[in-house]
């Protein structure tokens, strides 16, 4: 295993009773691990033609602004809602209970613009699915996505669209 990966810390019972949470944070607060985790992200995008890394809030702006930079691309925030000025489009996903809403800006990137879509866990999938098609609607062309931790037993590729790659620097 990479060293980057041992810095990831599992904490039980958060958010919720029952929940074992990835917690990413110490392997940003490494400034190696940090490096190996962008570059361990970056690595299955480098000789391809980018626009932009399209990052969901939160962690995936820390992630996604970093990978941008790595592979020399413009960054793109997807929000929660009424975080974004001037017109959005809405996409409305489902949570194990409830639903929730993320927001991009209608002008964010050229039709046509080749990106992909940036989070820092892929769990059941909802969020990244979500901010994909988000993505396609405002006009971007979506070449895939990537996340820093993919929870393989939960199995969202079940949901994903086997046309659309999906990277994941490691997978639990
Ligand atoms: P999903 O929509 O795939 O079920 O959940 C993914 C979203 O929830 C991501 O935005 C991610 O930040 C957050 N998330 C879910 N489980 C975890 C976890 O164990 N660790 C972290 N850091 N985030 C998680």
Redesign the pocket.
Known sequence: MSRWQDLIRDVADFPRPG??????TPVLADADGFEEAVEAMAEPWRGMALDAVIG?E???FILGAALARALGTGFVPVRKPGKLPGATLTAE?A??YGSDRLQIRTDALPPGARVIVV????????????AVALAQRQGAHVLGAAVL?E?GF?Q?RDRWDAALPLRAAATF
């Open positions: 929940i074992l949470f990835k917690d990413i969901v939160s962690r995936g996903y949570l194990e989070d820092d866990v892929l769990a059941t999938g909802g969020t990244l699915r979500a931790v929870l939960l969202a």
